[in-house]
């Protein structure tokens, strides 16, 4: 559905907000093995964007229909120039931008469900109620991402990151992170039960026993002290 101007913005219960993304808008169909990515304007758009389709191929959900923003993320903000160089002619330069800079497919919408069958005639906020069905912990964690720096924070907290997922979905979850990191455009503090996971990217790390802080340092320095603290609280 496309915006249209208004003089204010509408309030009230019934209606719902989305931030206005820096990306191109995006139409996801998967049916099986076949992925099928379309622009606004109805030109095929997954040739373009690799890491996409292989994403959505990842997700549990074999079938279903989203409408969604395309994005990629450089250093904390999203930058509408690399969706514009992704549309090369060439599949090897679409793969070298794809690995530096992989694209978010940022989902606000399922049109239709895991049975194939078109949602359209429900409401919206029923719809977005079972779009969290399609995606697994891992996109949902990039998507809850994709959400906080939208807005441009000064400070990007996480909780638990790798909380419930498979280790090859926090490696990917934490190269985003250093990635932001890398920009220098904001602090961001990590609170990671798993802390090998964490002290790869960190540049200062802490320990806290019990609600009380009992160490900070370099992430080297604390590597110790964590196998240290978690040996002796298993102990005790």
């Known amino acids: 559905m496309e915006a249209r101007s208004v003089d204010e913005i509408p309030i009230g219960d019934e209606w719902q907000y989305e931030p206005k993304w820096d990306g191109f808008r995006c139409i996801a169909f998967r049916d099986g093995e076949k992925v099928f990515l379309q622009s606004k304007a109805g030109q095929p758009l997954a040739r373009y964007f690799p890491d996409v389709v292989e994403a959505l191929h990842r997700l549990p959900a074999k079938r279903f229909v989203i409408d969604g923003e395309l994005a990629i993320p450089v250093r904390g903000a999203l930058v509408f120039d690399e969706l514009q160089l992704r549309l090369h002619p060439a599949a090897s330069r679409v793969q070298k931008l794809a690995a530096a800079h992989p694209a978010l497919f940022i989902v606000f919408d399922l049109l239709a469900g895991t049975d194939g069958k078109s949602l359209l005639a429900l409401q919206l906020r029923e719809r977005r109620k079972q779009l969290a069905g399609t995606l697994?912990?891992?996109e949902q964690?990039?998507?809850a991402l994709a959400r906080a720096l939208v807005v441009d924070p000064t400070v990007l907290l996480i909780d638990e990151l790798s909380m419930g997922l498979a280790p090859?979905?926090?490696e990917e979850l934490y190269a985003i992170v250093a990635d932001i990191a890398a920009g220098g455009q904001m602090a961001i503090i990590i609170i990671e039960q798993f802390a090998h996971d964490v002290l790869a990217v960190a540049t200062r790390a802490g320990v806290m026993i019990h609600g009380s802080l009992?160490?900070?340092?370099?992430p080297d320095e604390i590597a110790a002290t964590v196998s240290d603290s978690y040996l002796a609280s298993?102990?005790?």
């Open 168 to 170: 090859i979905i926090v």
């Open 214 to 218: 009992v160490s900070v340092g370099r």
């Open 234 to 236: 298993t102990a005790g």
């Open 141 to 143: 964690q990039m998507l």
């Open 136 to 138: 697994s912990g891992g």
